[in-house]
């Protein structure tokens, strides 16, 4: 019995002595997510005489359940009696001194599955982790907790009532996660961009006859006056660049919001309009805040996710997938370029839907699309002059990136890319704002990146 956990450091430095499980002489803890009160929970503790050894959100949590177990409580009552204590996002799990019978792990926010397996059971933040495991999972819901021995799983709702939980197989257990002969996944992932659209495409559009794949699409856009798309980081320049196209293409207004900020504006809704969430993963926790707003306010709710056993693809009225494959990567690339082709083939069928385009003008877009996978191998081969400009980079601290139209959100995917893989600042900007105020920082230091396609889209 054993609990392991990598994560970003969002509490303290990435020091070894930040670095999970935490642990008391009772127990020990992983956790994915940020407890929002821990500063209280910590003066509380400290002032009780508990001794902190990290600057971590998470040791206030092995330090408070500890408080319980010397209360006397067993380690099921320490857990249960914490967690409503505790506020925030956060997926835990707990093992204890003495106790290799018993796993704990809860659930508020980021996602948790049980895995089960023959004679063992299996704690882990989703399918992909627990591919090597097992192929047969169950996700916890929000404000579930879950007792597991070797002999199975009981779960308990956010009440302590006990509950049960849907047992599925899970679609990614047989996938191979290598990175092959690759450095690293994000290359190899860069790599299997060209096969993993094209199966997206695919999934979308007939290539054969040029036209949509009407099973494929179970929206019906004729019936949609407005589209509010919602995305973090990434997926939000996904969602980005599809605004412009089905504006464009479709003609149909869309608002694209930052879903960390569409969840607190309390925007105006029409239950005529349709919202859409994208997202990698399918938890992301401001993006299910955000859905659970729009579901609340009557929309109907759609989903461009990676994983369609996640929390918001079982929470959407309808799912589109793209069939990217497992990421393991931190930083997204081939399931961005999958959201770009789903939203595109989707653009496609809203326009055919409301009659913005025609047959000849559908079988043409289709067209260009099935030449996309060409294209990024083409890209690919670059990868040596690509590489000669990445040492020139290297030497400098700022970067530039410009782009107009559907090239502004890949500036800005471009500037995030560098910023998370470099840790060089760079920011992405609209080419027609250059001369409203950055300007002013371009000398002869400073690269600048632009974004230039030579036709429209």
Known sequence: IGIGHTRWATHGKPVERNAHPHITPR???????????????????????????????TEAVAHLVTRELEKGKSPVEAVRDCLPQLQGAFALAFLFEGDEETLIGAR???????????GEMFLGSDAIALSPFTDTIAYLEDGDWAVLTRKGVTVYDENNVEVERAIQKSQT?????????????????MFEQPEVISHTLANYLDFTTGKVRPEAVSIDFSKIDRLTISACGTAFY???????????????????????????????????SLAMFVSQSGETADTLASLRYCKSQGLKI?????????????????????????????????????????????????????GAI??????????????????????LKLEDQIAAVCHELAKVNHVLYLGRGTSF?????????????????????????????????????????????????
Request: some cysteine; hydrophobic content about 45%; glycine content about 6%.
């Open 173 to 189: 257990a047989n996938m191979l996660v290598s990175k092959g002969n690759h450095r690293h996944f994000m290359q190899k992932e």
């Open 358 to 379: 025609d047959d000849k003008r559908e079988q043409e877009l289709v067209r260009q699309l099935s030449e996309a996978p060409r294209f990024l191998n083409q890209v």
């Open 302 to 354: 759609a989903s461009v996710v990676n994983v369609t056993g996640s929390t918001i693809a079982r929470e959407s009225d309808a799912v589109f997938p793209t069939l990217a494959g497992p990421e393991i990567g931190v930083a997204s690339t081939k399931a961005f370029t999958c959201q770009l082709s789903t939203m595109a083939s989707l653009a496609i069928a809203a326009a055919k839907a409301r």
């Open 27 to 57: 127990l020990a803890v992983v956790h994915n997510g940020i407890i929002e009160n821990f500063a209280e929970l910590r003066a509380m503790l400290a002032a009780e005489g508990y001794k902190f050894e990290t600057e971590t959100d």
């Open 108 to 118: 508020q926010g980021p996602p948790l599955a049980v895995g089960y397996g023959e």
């Open 238 to 272: 996904a969602a980005s660049v599809g605004k412009y196209w089905f504006e464009q293409i479709a003609r149909l207004p869309v608002d694209s919001d930052i879903a960390s900020e569409f969840r607190y504006r309390e925007m105006p809704l029409s239950k005529d």
């Open 409 to 457: 959100p890949l500036a800005m995917e471009g500037a995030l890319k560098l910023k998370e893989i470099s840790y060089i600042h760079a920011e992405g900007y609209a080419a027609g704002e250059l001369k409203h105020g950055p300007i002013a920082l371009i000398d002869e230091t400073m690269p600048v990146i632009v974004i230039a396609p030579s036709d429209r889209l």
